[in-house]
């Protein structure tokens, strides 16, 4: 299984790709089983991501989850089926050790970048941790969340861009912060899905720009991303969370040959 230390060493970029929310068994495993075949055959270290609950919704009325138990052994499943790393979020300092049983890298929610005991719950997991750039944080300030990691002992940060707020219903990204958080000596991963919504829709139901998922992904790449997160889905317009904003499952491939040759013309 690819190790932390393998996604460091990498010549490739590595993936972070799955559905927004596991929403099924069947599901999970047609999703890693396509993409475990696409990026074994152009050699891109793969890891699941699926979240076992969705905790920052809209409305209350959205779906969360299928349940805690019954979504964390999915994610089990799926792991011990293609022998790959799985990512999920947790959002309370509760969840970080029973997640930790179930999942390899522990992802820390954008909002949540700050919380000081969440972030010290998941490194003293001992699991990797990702930590999503807040919305509303500069790419500098991201260097004391990671120091919080690294000062419980754990040194296995990962560090994620997916946008800053812009007006009240817009994200962008500024691809200055991908080098700038890379100076910290951290992987640094570009979420191509995330920083396309349009948050904060008058009817409840976050928005999104699906395709410009193969632009900002090309410019991540470009500009020295380690890692590329992805949330995709067989048919995202029934997608239970982020359906606005995922890629088609059928694109993938074709994308991430783009990618792989961007990344070699950089080498």
Do not use: W
């Amino acid at each position: 299984m690819i190790t932390f230390q393998d996604l460091k060493a990498a010549d490739n970029f590595f993936l972070l790709a799955g559905p927004c929310v596991i929403e099924g068994e069947e599901m999970a495993l047609r999703i890693a089983e396509r993409i475990v075949k696409i990026t074994d055959k152009l050699h891109i270290p793969y890891l699941f991501k699926g979240s076992y609950r969705k905790a920052n919704r809209s409305r209350i009325d959205s779906f969360t989850g299928i349940g805690d138990k019954k979504a964390l052994q999915v994610l089990r499943t799926v792991h011990q089926t293609f022998d790959i790393p799985v990512v999920t979020d947790i959002h309370a300092v509760e969840e970080a050790e029973m997640a930790a049983e179930y999942a390899d890298v522990l992802q820390i929610p954008a909002f949540l970048c700050r919380q000081t005991d969440l972030l010290v719950a998941a490194a003293k997991t001992g699991k990797v941790v990702n930590i999503k750039k807040g919305q509303f944080l500069s790419p500098e300030a991201m260097s004391f969340a990671a120091g919080k990691i690294i000062e419980t002992g754990n040194n296995k940060v990962m560090l994620t861009e997916r946008g800053t707020t812009f007006g009240y219903q817009d994200l962008i990204v500024d691809f200055r912060g991908i080098p700038t958080m890379k100076a910290f000596g951290h992987p640094v991963i570009l979420d191509t899905t995330h920083s396309l919504q349009r948050p904060n829709q008058t009817d409840g139901v976050t928005g999104g720009q699906p395709q410009l998922i193969e632009t900002i992904a090309k410019a991540g790449i470009a500009v020295g991303a380690d890692g590329i997160f992805m949330e995709t889905h067989e048919d995202p317009s029934i997608a239970k969370s982020d359906g606005a904003n995922m890629l088609k499952l059928d694109l993938l491939e074709g994308l991430l040959e783009k990618l792989v040759k961007i990344r070699k013309a950089l080498q």
